[in-house]
């Protein structure tokens, strides 16, 4: 194991020089500007599931503009964890899907949700 990775046994973080650091803040920014907004990390999760058309994920989160679930949906496919098809049909349709890339950020979300109910329990209890 690389001296500069963190210590999985404690999960502590080992020292490291401030290049790999910055490096490492680097990474987690992408990641967060991926995932921030209130509704891009309900979508990936709604996807998983099963494809759905705008129409059908608008109506799912009511509070929700068109413009906002357009404008996520289009940062999630450019950023490949949504495909996107159209069907040339009558009324036009667009249906959304969950990549395999997309898939890949799953076990991230699970740790967030666990993390999240800790931290609730926390706070709850103070």
Known sequence: MDENLS?????????????????????????????SGKWKISILIL?????????????????????????????????????KKTIDAFPKTTEYSITEHGLSITKVLLELREWGQL????????
Do not use: V
């Open 7 to 35: 210590n999985k046994d404690n999960n502590k973080l080992l020292p490291i020089n401030q290049e790999i650091c910055f490096k490492r803040i680097l990474n987690m920014t992408d990641t967060l500007d991926i995932l």
């Open 119 to 126: 931290h609730r329990e926390k706070i709850l209890s103070q």
């Open 47 to 83: 996807l998983s599931f099963e494809l759905k058309r705008f129409s059908e994920i608008s109506k799912l989160f009511k509070k929700i503009t068109d413009r906002t679930l357009s404008k996520d949906l289009k940062d999630l496919e450019n950023n490949l964890l949504i495909s």
